[in-house]
């Protein structure tokens, strides 16, 4: 078995062209480019037990010979693939079971009888072994593409995989073929764009998570993994908010950056880092930019569609929805050029290379010490919060929903550290008294929205929409008092 470390980008097929006749990757490959036709079939049983596994097995056509590869397992983070692979090749075009035996491959139990094609890839790939700053990289630049069935999906990306040296040297490279074409980084690997095509199916919403942590890990080690979760968290969902099929993505997208901003917080509190800290500055200013978007979507869905299904005859609210309608399409417009940005794909490039640097968090402590000062200045940060607090005082509550929010990111990034049950508990009580406050503030969102929109042909639908707000905010307020007074009797789940 071996592991194979990759960096995938997405690359449209005129700039393919020109980044190969480019002098600055003639200058770095040693040796003559040379090119293979690949033909790749992918199997799994019908019931897909190799992809619920997250296992691709197939059979690779080069030149004459045929090579089946098993790989599964591994992660990925800011566009580097880490796989386990069992690669052998076998005689002809049978998968040989004995041979993957052999060198170590396991498939899951009872899939081997039932296995058949499902998807294949065909692709021209022009490979040349380049020296990059000590690290020696294999870089692949494939055209073709992807087919099940009638369907087909394009191929066109490069690849870089580390034969030698340091993975950040990947990022290092990539930053700076960037700067001859733009890339995107790929998160998906042609593997799973195949499984689409046979599924006939769309990107799923991605809600996230993180990993088990331990205690005897160090406090580097466990941000390193807290930060590849959250990139993969938001880099999950950017194919489904490109496409704007569910507003969804753009929502949990928004959450894996605010968990972003949390542990890179955190981090710096740690021990100061100039580029953490401008990493930090930047996911600051793509939440913002998302933020704006997030508002209009959630004034449009909670507040103007139930208005409008109780009036659904009213011109006026029918006119306000149109230009909610429009204003939305511009702030959504405005997510997908930052996202398709050269600087949102040197972030993540940034990211990875950071990552695998030497400058990660530094702490002298263990890492249930770290985690305790950092949770209960979390809780002292809501409590403070708290007693600011006056009524009817906009800004304080959403200052305080802020501090519940960045300590139920906390815990929920540390739960495997602390007592499953108790944490549970904390964690429920924390999200409604964090779901209590996100009402307020989608209220006071939908006022301020409200009166960007106000005119006076349109000042008695505003002021029906105000109405319609103010309707429950009674109700609110004792479900706030219910809330905090449930928050206040809780005992740490973390000591």
């Given at each position: 078995m071996s592991i194979e470390t990759e960096l995938k980008l997405h690359i449209s097929p005129e700039h393919l062209q020109r980044l190969k006749r480019h002098p600055f990757l003639r200058s770095l490959t040693s040796g003559r480019a040379r090119t293979q036709k690949l033909t790749s079939i992918y199997y799994d049983t019908p019931d897909l037990a190799l992809r619920r596994h997250a296992m691709a097995l197939r059979l690779r056509n080069v030149g004459k010979q045929w090579i089946q590869t098993l790989k599964g397992g591994g992660q990925v983070s800011a566009g580097l693939h880490q796989r386990n692979e069992w690669e052998a090749?076998?005689?002809?075009?049978?998968?040989?079971?004995?041979?993957?035996?052999?060198?170590?491959?396991?498939?899951?139990?009872?899939?081997?009888?039932?296995?058949?094609?499902?998807?294949?890839?065909?692709?021209?790939?022009?490979?040349?072994?380049?020296?990059?700053?000590?690290?020696?990289?294999?870089?692949?630049?494939?055209?073709?593409?992807?087919?099940?069935?009638?369907?087909?999906?394009?191929?066109?990306?490069?690849?870089?995989?580390?034969?030698?040296?340091q993975p950040r040297q990947l990022?290092?490279?990539?930053?700076?073929?960037?700067?001859?074409?733009?890339?995107?980084?790929?998160?998906?690997?042609k593997a799973e764009y195949g499984y689409r095509l046979f599924t006939v199916s769309k990107p799923s919403v991605m809600k996230g998570g993180f990993s088990p942590l331990h205690k005897g890990q160090s406090v580097s080690d466990a941000m390193r993994s807290l930060i590849a979760d959250c990139l993969s968290h938001v880099q999950s969902n950017v194919p489904g908010v490109l496409l704007r099929s569910d507003a969804e993505y753009l929502h949990q997208m928004r959450v894996g950056l605010r968990r972003l901003r949390v542990v890179l917080t955190i981090a710096l509190h740690s021990r100061p880092d100039v580029e953490l800290a401008s990493l930090r500055e930047q996911v600051s200013e793509l939440c913002v930019v998302l933020g704006r978007s997030r508002e209009w979507d959630v004034f449009v869905i909670q507040t103007l569609q139930p208005i409008s299904a109780r009036f659904p005859e009213h011109e006026g609210l029918q006119e306000i929805t149109r230009a909610c309608e429009r204003a939305r399409k511009k702030q959504h417009a405005g997510v997908e050029d930052e996202l398709g940005s050269v600087d949102f794909q040197r972030m993540l490039l940034r990211f990875g290379a950071w990552m695998h640097s030497e400058r990660l968090v530094v702490?002298?402590?263990?890492?249930?010490?770290?985690?305790?000062?950092?949770?209960?200045?979390?809780?002292?940060?809501?409590?403070?919060?708290?007693?600011?607090?006056?009524?009817?005082?906009?800004?304080?509550?959403?200052?305080?929903?802020?501090?519940?929010?960045?300590?139920?990111?906390?815990?929920?990034?540390?739960?495997?550290?602390?007592?499953?049950?108790?944490?549970?508990?904390?964690?429920?009580?924390?999200?409604?008294?964090?779901?209590?406050?996100?009402r307020f503030n989608d209220h006071a969102v939908a006022h301020r929205l409200a009166d960007t929109l106000d005119s006076k042909v349109r000042h008695e639908v505003i002021a029906?929409?105000?109405?319609?707000?103010?309707?429950?905010?009674?109700?609110?307020?004792?479900?706030?008092?219910?809330?905090?007074?449930?928050?206040?009797?809780?005992?740490?789940?973390?000591?």
């Open positions: 090749p076998v005689p002809s075009e049978q998968l040989d079971f004995d041979v993957l035996k052999d060198c170590g491959g396991t498939l899951p139990h009872g899939a081997r009888h039932r296995l058949r094609p499902v998807f294949i890839t065909d692709f021209s790939r022009n490979i040349r072994l380049v020296e990059y700053k000590g690290a020696q990289i294999e870089l692949c630049m494939d055209s073709g593409e992807i087919r099940a069935g009638h369907q087909s999906y394009p191929i066109s990306e490069v690849e870089l995989e580390l034969k030698s040296g990022f290092k490279l990539a930053m700076a073929l960037l700067d001859i074409v733009p890339m995107r980084v790929e998160h998906t690997s702490s002298p402590t263990s890492l249930k010490l770290f985690v305790s000062k950092s949770l209960k200045k979390r809780v002292k940060d809501v409590v403070n919060c708290r007693m600011a607090l006056q009524t009817g005082d906009v800004d304080r509550l959403h200052r305080l929903r802020i501090a519940c929010k960045k300590l139920r990111y906390c815990i929920e990034m540390f739960d495997s550290l602390f007592d499953r049950e108790k944490s549970k508990t904390y964690l429920g009580v924390l999200a409604d008294l964090q779901d209590v406050l996100g029906l929409i105000h109405e319609y707000l103010e309707q429950d905010v009674e109700e609110l307020d004792a479900e706030f008092s219910s809330a905090w007074e449930r928050f206040a009797k809780l005992k740490t789940c973390w000591e």
